[in-house]
C-alpha cells in the first residue's frame, strides 16, 4: 500500500477541518439532542445536512477533500432504522467501495468514517465526533497548504 | 444577486458564544452583495413579522437564516419567506444554536465554526432556483379490501361521513370469522348478534346507498398515488343475481350435488347452490360452478325452475369482469390465516378423528354450524373429557416466534361453553404462556381457572406432545416444564393454530407496492406510532392483516384508518406535493435504469416508448438515492443538487 501523502504531524497548532455528511432524520437529531445536552466537543465538524445518507455521491467526498477538508465523516441511520427504508445500506455499501479507492490514493482509511447515530444518541455522537477529530489531528494535515 | 443574511440571537442562547458584529467582520471579503441582520427571537410572532417587513423592505434575492436547528423551524420560518413573497426554497437555514453556540464553549471558535458554515450556506444557496409544490385535486373515494369486522368497520365510518365506499371481498359472504363464531369472548356475545346491527347499517341503512359492496372480488392491480389511485378489480360471476334474489332459499334443496363445505371446515356438505350457512349477509345464494353438474355438461334447470322470482334471477351465463375504481386511499384489511397444524404430525390433525383446530370447533359450537351447535362428533359420544392444546405454532422460534393474541381469549371461552353445554366434561389446557391482558379479558381466564373440572397444564416445547389414536379417540402424552410426564384420553382435542398472514397478502403487497414484514403480515409505517399506516402514503391497514389481533383492536384499528382518511383526504382540497424531489433529465437519460432499482418507493418507472426512466414525483420522498446512483449524473436532487452541496462544502472548506 502506499503511504499517505500527507505531511507529518505538525504538533501543536493543527485544527483539522472535517465534513460531515449527516441525514435529516437520526444523525442530524442526534447531533442536535447533544446541542440540546449542551456537551462541548471540538468545533472541527462541519456538518453537511442531507435528506438520507444515500444522497451522498462518493463524489462529494473526493471534493471535500480537493477543497481542503482533512476527514470526512458520514453519519446515518441504524440499520433498519433508515427513514427512507434502505438509504443508509446503499451509502454503507458506497463507502466501503470507496474507502478502497482512497488507498489507492493515499489517503488513509481512517479519514473516511461511516457511523450509525440515532435521534436520541447524542452522547453517542459527541464520543464519534471526538473520536474522529482526535484521529485526524494525530495523522495530520492531509496536504501542506503552508 | 442579493443574500440577506439573518442571525437570531436567540434570547443569549446563541449571542452568548456568536456575536452578530464578528460574525459580519468574518464574512466581508468572502461574500459580496451580503447583508445581515440581527433578530431577536425570530420564531416569535414579533420575530416572525420583523422578519417578514424587512424582507419586504429589503426584497433579498436569496436568505440565510443563522438559527436554530433546520428540524426545528425550518417550516416556519418558509411560511414566512411565503407571506412576505419569496419563494421559501430560496432559504437555508444555518444551525448555530444545536451545532455551535451550545457545543462550543470558546466564542472565537464558535463564532468561527458559525462564519465557516454561513459562508457553505451563502454559497449554495445563489445556486437554488425557486420551487413550487404541486397541487392535485384529491379524490375522496375510498377502497376497502376485506369485509371482516376491520373492514366494514372502516366502510361504515367512511360512509357515516359522506364518503362513497367500495368493499372488495373475496368470498360470497361479509362479516369475516365472528360471524362464523357462536360467541364471542370475553362477554359470550353472539357473534353474529353482534355484528349484525354493522351489517344492517351496511347493507340497508341510511349511508348504504354510498358502499358499494363487491363478494367474490379480488384487487389484481393498483396504480397511482395517494389522493390518486386506480384499483382494477376482478369480480367473479355468483351466477346468483344480488338486486333480483330475495333470499328464500328454493333454489338449495332441489339442487341435486352436493361438496363438502369449506366455510364449516368440511365438516358437513353444502349444494352446489347455497349459503356458506344459515343468516349469512348477504342473504343471496352463490353458485360453485367447479360443483354444478351444468358446467360439466349436463343440462340441470332445477334451481332456476325453482325460482319463485323469475327465470333472470338466476344466471349460469355470467361472466367475470374487470372494473376499475378511482380512489384516493385504500384500506387493507384482508384478517389473517391460520398455521397449518398438518406440519405438525404428531399432533395427528387431520389423521386422527376428534382433533380439531379451533376453528372448526368454533362451527362445532355454532348452532348455525354443522351439527347445530350440539357438542358431538358425527359416529361419537358426547365427549367427556377435552383437551385444549394452545401455542400450536406460536410462541416457538423454529415457526412463529411471536404469541398469536387471540388464543388464550377463545381458548378459555371454549372452557365456559363446554361447562354449560355439557357440566362436568373435563376440559385439559396445555400451554406454554397465558396471555389475556385487558379489563374484560381476564375475567374468562378468572372463569375458566374456578372450572372445577379444568386442568392447566404448562409445556416447554410443541415436540413435548404427542397425540396418538387410542381406540377410535384421540390420547393426549405430555411432558410438561417439570419434566414430569402425562396421559389424557380425551373425545376431542382442540388445537390452537398461530395466526398466520393471510395466504393473499404477499400478493396483494406486491400489488401494491406495500411492504410486508419478517413475518409477512402488512408492514406498518411505525408500529407504535402509526400502526395502521402502510409504507405507502394512502394505504391504510386495519385488522389481522397487519399483526394478530382480537376483534376490538380490528375494530378500533378500522375506525383509526376512516380516520386518517377523513383527515388527510379532505373533498375539495388539494394534495400538496413537497417539491423536494428527484428528476430525470430526458434529455441526457441513457435507460440504464438502475435508479428504478435503488428507488425505496417505486417511484421511478420506465417509459419503454422513449427507453428512459421517469420519477413520478408525487411517490417520490426525496430521498436522493437515485440522485446518487445515477451512473450518467441526470438526475437532479432538488434542494440538493450536486451543485449546491460543491458549493456547500467550498463554502465551508473556503
Not at chain 1, 444518541?121 to 477529530?133: H, L, N, P, W
Request: proline share 6%; aromatic share 6%.
Amino acid at each position: 500500500m502506499m503511504p499517505e501523502i500527507a505531511i507529518p504531524p505538525s504538533g501543536e497548532g493543527f485544527e483539522p477541518k472535517i465534513i460531515g455528511f449527516l441525514c435529516n432524520w437520526c444523525a442530524y437529531a442526534g447531533a442536535d439532542k447533544a446541542g440540546t445536552f449542551q456537551t462541548p466537543y471540538p468545533p472541527n465538524v462541519y456538518v453537511i445536512r442531507v435528506m438520507c445518507t444515500g444522497r451522498i455521491d462518493p463524489q462529494f467526498v473526493m471534493r471535500a477533500y480537493e477543497l481542503g477538508a482533512d476527514g470526512v465523516i458520514i453519519l446515518g441511520c441504524h440499520p433498519g432504522d433508515c427513514h427512507y427504508k434502505e438509504g443508509n445500506y446503499r451509502a454503507l455499501q458506497r463507502h466501503r467501495l470507496l474507502v478502497r479507492l482512497l488507498k489507492q490514493f493515499g489517503i488513509a482509511e481512517d479519514r473516511c468514517r461511516f457511523e450509525f447515530v440515532s435521534a436520541s444518541e447524542g452522547t453517542r455522537f459527541v464520543s464519534v465526533i471526538t473520536s474522529m477529530v482526535e484521529t485526524v489531528r494525530a495523522l495530520g494535515p492531509l496536504r501542506n497548504n503552508q | 444577486m442579493k443574500v440577506g443574511i439573518y442571525f437570531c440571537s436567540c434570547g443569549t442562547s446563541i449571542s452568548e458564544r456568536i456575536s452578530s458584529a464578528r460574525l459580519m467582520e468574518s464574512l466581508h471579503g468572502h461574500t459580496e452583495a451580503v447583508y445581515l441582520e440581527a433578530i431577536d427571537f425570530m420564531c416569535s410572532e414579533e420575530g416572525k413579522a420583523a422578519l417578514e417587513s424587512n424582507l419586504r423592505d429589503n426584497a433579498p434575492d436569496r436568505v440565510v437564516i443563522a438559527a436554530c436547528s433546520p428540524r426545528d423551524h425550518e417550516p416556519t420560518f418558509r411560511r414566512v419567506l411565503a407571506s412576505a413573497g419569496v419563494n421559501p426554497y430560496l432559504m437555508q437555514m444555518v444551525n448555530i444554536r444545536e451545532q455551535v453556540a451550545w457545543v462550543t464553549p470558546d466564542p472565537a471558535r464558535a463564532t468561527e465554526k458559525a462564519a465557516r458554515l454561513i459562508r457553505g450556506a451563502v454559497a449554495r444557496i445563489r445556486l437554488h432556483q425557486p420551487l413550487d409544490r404541486q397541487e392535485l385535486d384529491v379524490c375522496p373515494e375510498v377502497l376497502v379490501v376485506g369485509a371482516g369486522p376491520a373492514g366494514l368497520k372502516a366502510a361504515f365510518t367512511l360512509a357515516e361521513a359522506g364518503r362513497r365506499v367500495t368493499v372488495v371481498e373475496k368470498s360470497p359472504v361479509l362479516g369475516g370469522l365472528p360471524v362464523r363464531f357462536e360467541e364471542i369472548a370475553p362477554t359470550m356475545e353472539c357473534g353474529s348478534c353482534m355484528l349484525e346491527p354493522l351489517l344492517g347499517e351496511i347493507l340497508h341503512g341510511e349511508h348504504s346507498g354510498r358502499i358499494e359492496i363487491r363478494t367474490l372480488a379480488e384487487v389484481v392491480d393498483v396504480v397511482g398515488f395517494h389522493g390518486r389511485f386506480t384499483a382494477r378489480i376482478r369480480q367473479s360471476p355468483r351466477y346468483v343475481s344480488s338486486e333480483l334474489c330475495v333470499g328464500c332459499g328454493e333454489c338449495i334443496p332441489v339442487c341435486p350435488v352436493s361438496a363438502t363445505n369449506e366455510f364449516n371446515c368440511g365438516l358437513n356438505e353444502r349444494k352446489a347452490i347455497d349459503v356458506p350457512f344459515p343468516g349469512a349477509l348477504p342473504n343471496v345464494p352463490s353458485l360453485d360452478a367447479h360443483t354444478c353438474i351444468r358446467f360439466r355438461g349436463e343440462d340441470c334447470q332445477a334451481c332456476k325452475a325453482a325460482c319463485p322470482v323469475g327465470e333472470s334471477v338466476i344466471d349460469h351465463a355470467q361472466a367475470a369482469q374487470m372494473i376499475e375504481r378511482e380512489v384516493g386511499a385504500i384500506v387493507v384489511a384482508i384478517g389473517a390465516s391460520l398455521y397449518d397444524c398438518r406440519k405438525l404430525p404428531d399432533l395427528g390433525y387431520g389423521r386422527i378423528g376428534g382433533v380439531l383446530t379451533a376453528l372448526d370447533f368454533e362451527r362445532i359450537l355454532a348452532s348455525n354450524g354443522p351439527t347445530a351447535g350440539l357438542l358431538q362428533l358425527a359416529g361419537h359420544e358426547s365427549p367427556d373429557a377435552v383437551a385444549i392444546i394452545h401455542c400450536v405454532g406460536s410462541l416457538d422460534v423454529r415457526r412463529n416466534d411471536y404469541c398469536s393474541a387471540v388464543c388464550c381469549q377463545y381458548a378459555f371461552k371454549f372452557n365456559h361453553m363446554i361447562e354449560t353445554k355439557l357440566p362436568g366434561t373435563k376440559v385439559l389446557h396445555l400451554y406454554k404462556e397465558i396471555a389475556v391482558p385487558g379489563k374484560h379479558e381476564s375475567s374468562i381466564l378468572h372463569r375458566a381457572r374456578a372450572n372445577p373440572n379444568a386442568a392447566f397444564v404448562r409445556y416447554g416445547d410443541i415436540q413435548d406432545i404427542r397425540v396418538s389414536d387410542s381406540a377410535g379417540n384421540p390420547n393426549v402424552a405430555y411432558r410438561d416444564t417439570t419434566g414430569s410426564l402425562g396421559s389424557f384420553d380425551a373425545d376431542i382435542v382442540v388445537l390452537c393454530p398461530a395466526v398466520v398472514p393471510s395466504d393473499s397478502a404477499a400478493n396483494l403487497a406486491a400489488t401494491m407496492d406495500t411492504n410486508c414484514d419478517r413475518f409477512g403480515f402488512f408492514e406498518e409505517l411505525h408500529d407504535r406510532l402509526d400502526a395502521g399506516r402502510s409504507t405507502v402514503r394512502g394505504i391504510y391497514l386495519a385488522g389481522a392483516c397487519q399483526s394478530p389481533m382480537d376483534i376490538q383492536h380490528a375494530m378500533s384499528q378500522g375506525a383509526a384508518a376512516a380516520g386518517y382518511i377523513l383527515s388527510g383526504l379532505v373533498e375539495g382540497k388539494k394534495l400538496y406535493v413537497e417539491p423536494i424531489t428527484a428528476s430525470i433529465d430526458a434529455e441526457r437519460c441513457s435507460g440504464c435504469r438502475v435508479c428504478g432499482k435503488v428507488c425505496p418507493y417505486k417511484a421511478i418507472s420506465f417509459d419503454a416508448d422513449k427507453e428512459v426512466s421517469v420519477v413520478n414525483a408525487v411517490l417520490c420522498q426525496g430521498c436522493g438515492t437515485c440522485v446518487a446512483a445515477c451512473p450518467a449524473g441526470v438526475i437532479e436532487g432538488q434542494f440538493f443538487t450536486d451543485r449546491a452541496i460543491c458549493a456547500e462544502l467550498a463554502g465551508v472548506l473556503e
